[in-house]
């Protein structure tokens, strides 16, 4: 049965980080090299294969989230996933992470 | 299932037995509240000990007094998370002074169990063949209580201020020897 | 400030080793996620969208120098050298790693702080007025009451598995700064017909999915019986409140169903039963408590300091920061200082390690060694000599920790959102940034006067958005991101929740949405002593629909 393409995520137990799950069964931080699933039985199976990482603790909650296949590869659809695959926040803060030197 | 109880793994005795089942003359048993308020008198007639099973969403308050008829009293923890029978842990003891054995069946983690040995627990009922060792030392991890409960511990505040510790003990009852003997 | 006995530095030096525990057996595989969450939550330790987030409780918002420089440190040596202050007064950490938490624990207890309950289905930290021991207007120091009820609350055995959190705030002073009646408790210091102190309380309010005003259950509570009193409500919650639905769990769902006169007999009830018991306050313990927060040896001064008054007339700058970031001090010649996290174009709340470090310094130097976080993401410094003032603020200055905000639009409240949180349907923060540029000329934030701007990335409302003046609030729509516009909410005296003007903006528009409304006010106001919110309650919500979507008549209904 055709859906919308769908990719496999988690986050890693020891950081957090963001990881997407790849047809060779491995986790890997980047975005592109999560393996895209066409069809609801193929991502219903990923995703179960998915669990041993969560048995192994690599991985918590892992999920199906959808992507938009593009000319220029695979991208998310949604908001989240979006800021999810640049693994940080999307603004560079003014002042938040400022470490100038103090004068006077 | 396996009873924990005075710091070790104790023979379980007790049955749970249904409303509609029948009841021998001489084993423990445990009825529904239900049960109990239907046919206490005729369950107390046996010559066996008789005990209560609560749901977590029944008062523990419609016991009154019978609880000093009762040799045990279940309380539920149907889901970890589902925190309800630690209140009535807390009225069963303080309120209506139950004496007997306070147990907690359902699922019970370890990281609880202190609460529920505080709240006036003196069992709890594990999965077969679950290790032990976790859930004792799990009552070995804090030393120090802020809050009143229903364990006879002393609480910060009357160790703070022993005067008026003494003042107050004259009023609420402690719980049974066997909580304090299994949480020492 | 409270200082921990032997009792306290030993029961969280037990939870750093008990949590050591759990997460070693946690990576060892004897406790699934499943098991781990609820024990990591009341540490503080979420899941969030890049990494976990740590939050760190600052009980009532009171942190001293020392503190906040190990807060430095941490975020220096764990985190990405940066944290957040929250909306209830705690800071958070977005980037710890798992394994190293423990560790942060322990540095935390090596100055009297930690992560207790600052998540879970436990009773949280309790917050009160940043002005407490220092405003004029206070009938008592309301952080007495809330350090009683912090040690009452901790490791309650009963109510850690409660059907949701639980949040407890305490006002001292007739202007409520602490929003209390939008807390599932709120305490309020009152005085009886008699003269006596005591409290009011107030039950079941809340913000979120489903925002409501809590209701009086006592009108007023003898102060001996607060804990026992408090424990009735909770046991009553924790016995009946729904635990079906996570989003009907809280207990202003349980007070709404039942009503709020029978909810407080029941409560009532509950108490009579406790009320003489262990929990009866000892007026030895109310002492001992009490003691920790006595006035500093406050110097006497004139209330006029001439060297103020004249560095005030010769650097405008400094006049302008005078005017908005001081509030008077019951004390002559002492003030309360404001210090801003809402730089222009900054995340709101957030402060790096070097300027963590710097307030610590200038805590230190001006300020008593204290300092405190506010509900609305800023920091205090509560007894500073006015002779001071100048100094003070040409260090903040040059952190750009001087910005003349507080209180105006470009004082702006968000929660983390989509940048960082999981549970977020749009991201606040950029929202924040580019509103505060678009509102950071000094006259216009003149022009404009006071306003409460608030922005939740989604409807768990940690932004407050409900009891801004403006609110704005992040929603999703087809994964897009989308904002809805509230107006008229109130957190203080005259509690209000705002009200939806209409169809949500899209992230393009909602700044100039916002720059609509208020034109809409400046051109209309009777005159500039008329605020945004006494504006709107004048004139309702029409002017501002008509602004944004057009006259009534070629509106299409409203699409939320």
Redesign the interface.
């Known amino acids: 049965m055709a859906t919308a393409p769908q990719m496999v995520t988690a986050?890693r137990?020891?950081?957090?980080?963001?990881v997407y799950f790849t047809s060779a069964k491995s986790w890997s931080e980047n975005f592109t090299d999560g393996a895209v699933w066409t069809d609801k039985e193929s991502a219903d199976t990923a995703l179960h294969a998915s669990e041993e990482a969560?048995?192994a603790?690599l991985v918590?909650?892992p999920y199906l989230f959808?992507v938009a296949v593009t000319d220029a590869g695979p991208k998310p659809?949604?908001?989240?996933e979006r800021?999810?695959a640049d693994?940080?926040?999307?603004?560079e803060?003014?002042?938040?992470?400022?470490?100038?030197p103090?004068?006077? | 299932m396996a009873l924990l109880q005075h710091g070790a793994l104790q023979p379980n005795s007790w049955r749970f037995v249904g409303d509609d089942a029948a009841i021998s003359a001489d084993e423990p048993v445990t009825v529904s509240l239900k049960r109990w308020q239907a046919e206490g008198e005729i369950l107390r007639g046996r010559n066996a000990l008789i005990g209560v099973r609560l749901k977590n969403d029944e008062q523990a308050l419609a016991l009154g007094e019978d609880v000093h008829r009762l040799a045990l009293i279940e309380i539920e923890f149907p889901k970890f998370t589902d925190g309800r029978a630690f209140s009535q842990a807390r009225i069963l003891r303080d309120k209506l002074g139950y004496k007997g054995e306070l147990r907690a069946i359902g699922t019970i983690l370890r990281d609880q169990y202190l609460y529920m040995t505080r709240c006036g627990v003196d069992s709890v009922e594990l999965p077969d063949g679950k290790p032990i060792d976790g859930y004792l030392a799990a009552l070995k991890e804090f030393s120090a209580w802020y809050q009143p409960a229903s364990d006879g511990r002393p609480t910060v505040m009357e160790l703070r201020h022993p005067a008026n510790a003494n003042a107050r003990r004259g009023g609420a009852p402690l719980v049974t020897a066997s909580v304090a003997a299994h949480s020492a | 400030m409270y200082r921990y006995d032997e009792f306290d530095a030993t029961i969280v030096q037990e939870r750093v080793e008990q949590f050591r525990g759990q997460v070693a057996r946690r990576l060892a595989g004897e406790l699934t996620e499943d098991q781990f969450r609820p024990l990591r939550l009341k540490n503080g330790l979420y899941l969030q969208l890049h990494a976990y987030m740590l939050r760190i409780a600052v009980p009532y918002g009171l942190l001293s120098s020392k503190q906040m420089r190990k807060l430095g440190y941490i975020a220096r040596r764990y985190d990405r050298g940066f944290g957040h202050f929250t909306t209830r007064q705690n800071i958070q950490f977005n980037w710890p790693q798992l394994g190293d938490i423990p560790d942060i624990l322990q540095h935390l207890a090596e100055v009297e702080m930690h992560a207790i309950q600052t998540s879970g289905n436990c009773i949280r930290n309790v917050t009160s007025d940043q002005f407490a021991g220092a405003a004029a207007d206070e009938i008592e120091d309301p952080r007495i009451w809330a350090e009683i009820v912090r040690q009452w609350s901790t490791f309650h055995p009963e109510f850690s598995y409660l059907p949701r959190k639980f949040k407890i705030a305490v006002t001292g002073a007739p202007d409520d700064r602490a929003a209390v009646r939008v807390h599932d408790i709120g305490i309020r210091i009152v005085k009886n017909e008699a003269g006596e102190v005591g409290f009011e309380v107030w039950v079941g309010g809340g913000l979120g999915r489903t925002p409501v005003i809590g209701v009086v259950c006592r009108k007023f509570l003898p102060k001996e019986h607060l804990l026992s009193y408090l424990e009735a409500i909770l046991r009553t919650y924790n016995l009946l409140g729904r635990r079906d639905n996570i989003y009907k769990a809280r207990i202003k769902i349980l007070v709404q169903a039942t009503g709020g006169d029978k909810f407080a007999a029941m409560v009532e009830e509950e108490w009579e039963k406790i009320k003489d018991g262990p929990l009866h306050l000892p007026q030895a313990e109310i002492d001992r408590i009490h003691r920790y927060f006595a006035p500093p040896a406050y110097e006497t001064l004139a209330d006029i300091d001439p060297a103020f008054e004249s560095a005030k007339l010769e650097n405008p700058d400094f006049a302008r920061w005078a005017r908005t970031n001081l509030v008077k001090h019951k004390v002559p010649g002492y003030a309360i200082v404001n210090v801003s996290l809402k730089p222009e174009g900054g995340a709101p709340g957030d402060a790096s390690a070097d300027q963590m470090d710097l307030l610590a310094d200038l805590a230190d130097e001006f300020s008593l060694n204290e300092l405190r976080v506010t509900h609305h993401q800023n920091i205090v410094y509560p007894n500073v000599r006015k002779r001071d003032l100048f100094a003070l603020w040409q260090r903040l200055k040059a952190a750009k920790l001087a910005t003349s905000n507080l209180g105006f639009i470009s004082d702006i409240i968000a929660c983390p959102g989509l940048d960082y949180c999981n549970l977020a349907n749009a991201r606040s923060i950029s929202v924040a940034q580019r509103l505060s540029r678009h509102f950071s000329d000094p006259r216009k934030l003149d022009e404009i006067g006071e306003l409460r701007l608030n922005i939740s990335g989604c409807i768990n409302a940690c932004g407050h958005h409900h009891v801004g003046h403006i609110g704005i609030l992040g929603v999703d729509k087809q994964g897009q991101e989308f904002y809805q516009v509230t107006l008229g909410g109130s957190s203080k005296d005259d509690a209000a929740l705002g009200k939806i003007v209409g169809a949500a903006f899209s992230e393009d528009d909602i700044v100039p949405a916002i720059d609509t409304i208020i034109e809409t006010y400046l051109a209309n106001r009777a005159d500039h002593g008329e605020r945004f919110l006494d504006y709107y309650r004048r004139v309702g919500m029409d002017p501002f629909k008509e602004a944004l979507y057009g006259p009534a008549t070629a509106r299409r209904p409203a699409a939320e």
Do not use: C, M, Y
């Open positions: 986050n137990l020891s950081d957090g980080a963001v969560v048995k603790r918590i909650g959808e659809t949604s908001a989240r800021i999810r693994h940080k926040p999307t603004f803060p003014d002042q938040g992470s400022w470490t100038g103090i004068a006077g």
